[in-house]
């Protein structure tokens, strides 16, 4: 199984990115998938999560109105449009994917709940 995150870039305050995650090597109808994203110097934090095929989403409160998930579950791709993207968004962005679907709703936004994860996107915002 393999995820591979791309689409990341340098871009300025106020423009939108559309980040793409491919999914391989299995099937990932049913699995939660994740976004997460990882500043210089801190921890991986939890960005959105696309559960129950897609039918379901949630969003940290820090991107909710900005950002959205969503996937093409045949595909298998995983997308985060990113819009009205400020300086402190600028991270590696990671996606991620459960098993099975069985991340719980109290756990989405810890790391430890997925298996899979891709290799990271850049993005840098510039005020």
């Known amino acids: 199984v393999q995820l591979q995150a791309f689409g990341g870039g340098l871009v300025q305050a106020g423009d939108s990115l559309r980040l793409s995650c491919a999914a391989s090597?299995?099937?990932?109808?049913?699995?939660?998938m994740a976004w997460f994203r990882q500043a210089p110097g801190k921890g991986r934090e939890f960005v959105a999560a696309?559960?129950?095929?897609?039918?379901?989403?949630n969003y940290a409160d820090s991107v909710k109105g900005r950002f959205m998930i969503s996937r093409d579950t045949p595909k298998n791709i995983l997308y985060l449009q990113m819009n009205s993207l400020k300086s402190e968004d600028t991270a590696v962005y990671y996606c991620?994917?459960?098993?099975?679907?069985?991340?719980?709703?109290?756990?989405?936004?810890?790391?430890?709940?997925?298996?899979?994860w891709g290799q990271g996107t850049e993005v840098t915002v510039s005020s």
């Open positions: 090597g299995g099937t990932f109808r049913t699995s939660t």
């Open positions: 991620a994917a459960d098993r099975g679907g069985n991340v719980i709703l109290s756990s989405i936004a810890n790391p430890h709940s997925y298996t899979y």
């Open positions: 696309s559960r129950r095929s897609g039918s379901t989403t």
